[in-house]
C-alpha cells in the first residue's frame, strides 16, 4: 500500500510561483494515477489536477487550466506540481492521492476525490495579496 508525503507549501505573493512535491513509498509507484486536490475550511475538497499511468495523460481543473503544471517522475517516486501566476484563490491545503490502476494502458486519469484511495497529510499554500 502506497504512503504519501507532500512538502513544498508556504507562503508566495500573488502573481508568484510555487513547486509542490508528493514523494510515494510502499509501492509501485508507476501502476497509480496520481492526483492533485486542494481545500479550503468549510468547503468540499476540489480537484486540481490529475496524471495517468503510462502514457502518463494529463487533465486539469479550468481554475488552473494554463498555470499549473502536473507531472512525475517514475523513476524517484515522486509527483509535482508546479504553481504559476498564483492569486489568493489558490489558497489551500493541498492534497496528494494516488489510485492503484495497473493494468490500464489507455491513458485514464481521475478527478474526483471516491476515485483515489490514498492520500497524503496535506501542504499548505497560503498565497498573499
Known amino acids: 500500500q502506497v504512503q504519501l508525503v507532500e512538502s513544498g507549501g508556504g507562503l508566495v505573493q500573488a502573481g508568484g510561483s510555487l513547486t509542490l512535491s508528493c514523494a510515494a513509498s510502499?509501492?509501485?509507484?508507476?501502476?497509480?494515477?496520481m492526483g492533485w486536490f486542494r481545500q479550503v475550511p468549510e468547503k468540499t475538497r476540489e480537484f486540481v489536477a490529475a496524471?495517468?499511468?503510462?502514457?502518463?495523460?494529463?487533465f486539469y481543473a479550468d481554475s488552473v487550466k494554463g498555470r499549473f503544471i502536473i507531472s512525475r517522475d517514475n523513476a524517484k517516486n515522486m509527483l509535482y506540481l508546479r504553481m504559476n501566476s498564483l492569486n489568493t484563490g489558490d489558497t489551500a491545503v493541498y492534497y496528494c492521492?494516488?489510485?492503484?490502476?495497473?493494468?490500464?494502458?489507455?491513458?485514464?486519469?481521475?478527478?474526483?476525490?471516491?476515485?483515489?484511495?490514498?492520500w497524503g497529510q496535506g501542504t499548505q499554500v497560503t498565497v498573499s495579496s
Open positions: 492521492a494516488a489510485r492503484f490502476n495497473p493494468a490500464d494502458f489507455s491513458g485514464r486519469y481521475f478527478y474526483t476525490s471516491p476515485e483515489y484511495h490514498h
Open positions: 510502499g509501492g509501485t509507484f508507476s501502476k497509480y494515477a
Open positions: 496524471v495517468s499511468v503510462a502514457p502518463h495523460n494529463t
